[in-house]
């Protein structure tokens, strides 16, 4: 049946189309700046941390102040005279408790010093603003002067993990010399990157792609410093004598293994990348548990040299 062009084309027909087009846009641009403002936001309330009994050691508790006023929850274990400090920085949504694993392993194996703390947003540290570890760097810088003050003298290694490692990148301007060594597991490249990478692990093609623009065009209002949360452009600032160890899942489908290599271009001078075949974002100490161990002991170490980078 032909269609009749100008009944198809009236102008009624097209004012609906518009508002259509219109709602549908709204629609589009209301729910990705929802979206992007909730996962920007603390996961929950704040909740209590006490320090749980450990076999290779006592932790304390611990509350530090950060220069932009806020609380980060602590727990510390010292170690032995002769063996640097490990400040381990969890990943997004968790809190301190998800590297008790990690810093059994150096404190109870290595006798190293440890750190653990909630980043801001996260356990019962406070703040509800959540960049993903831009902000964080302020924790970061804290917990370095903490272990300072703790044990001066001592070299201090970062250990991050995910959003802890981008902390922990974005805090190397400031913190210049004052750290020995970075461990960087599971880091993404860029916000931007990140995005793209998670919209497309958790939706189908296409619809990806709508929310992926759609949260790019949201992050600008709600994520202001949206263009400089970039790890790959801060690890620029760690020092060239400062080794860096980086550790990536080969099927991780979240901070792709590609953006591990990219951010290890960027320090090859003085890092060294591992990456784990079959391990996922989550997964990476379980995929191969004494390759996991001897690597972050060799790097950590034990005594003042610590950091070796092959």
């Known amino acids: 049946m032909p269609i009749d062009r100008e009944k198809f084309f009236s102008p009624k027909r097209r004012r609906r189309w518009l508002i259509f087009a219109m709602v549908g846009l709204t629609s589009w641009l209301l729910v990705s700046f929802a979206v992007a403002h909730r996962l920007t936001q603390r996961r929950r309330a704040p909740f209590p941390e006490p320090a749980p009994q450990v076999a290779w050691g006592r932790l304390e508790e611990h509350r530090l102040a950060t220069r932009d006023g806020h609380q980060i929850g602590a727990w510390y274990a010292d170690g032995r005279d002769d063996a640097p400090s490990i400040l381990f920085l969890h990943g997004n949504k968790g809190s301190r408790s998800h590297c008790l694993n990690r810093a059994a392993i150096v404190a109870g194996e290595g006798g190293c010093a440890v750190l653990l703390i909630s980043l801001r947003a996260h356990g019962d540290s406070t703040g509800d603003f959540n960049d993903i570890g831009y902000s964080a760097r302020h924790d970061v810088v804290a917990a370095v002067d903490f272990l300072h003050n703790r044990r001066p003298g001592k070299p201090v290694i970062v250990f991050g993990v995910s959003l802890g490692s981008a902390a922990a990148a974005f805090a ?132 003042p040299g610590v950091g070796a980078v092959d």
Request: glycine share 8%; hydrophobic share 40%; charged share 25%.
């Open 172 to 303: 190397a301007e400031e913190l210049g010399d004052r750290v020995q060594g970075y461990v960087l597991e599971s880091p993404y490249q860029d916000l931007k990157t990140a995005v793209r990478h998670r919209t497309a692990a958790y939706l189908p093609p296409l619809l990806d792609r709508a929310a992926y623009l759609g949260l790019r065009i949201a992050a600008f209002l709600v994520v202001p410093d949206f263009e400089a949360i970039s790890p790959l452009r801060a690890v620029d600032h760690i020092p060239a004598t400062t080794p860096v160890l980086i550790l990536a899942g080969g099927a991780d489908d979240l901070a792709w293994p590609e953006e591990a290599l990219a951010l290890y271009d960027r320090v090859r001078s003085h890092g060294r990348i591992e990456t784990f075949p079959g391990a996922g974002h989550h997964n990476l100490t379980a995929v191969d548990p004494p390759r996991y161990r001897r690597l972050i002991l060799d790097f950590c170490g034990g005594s």
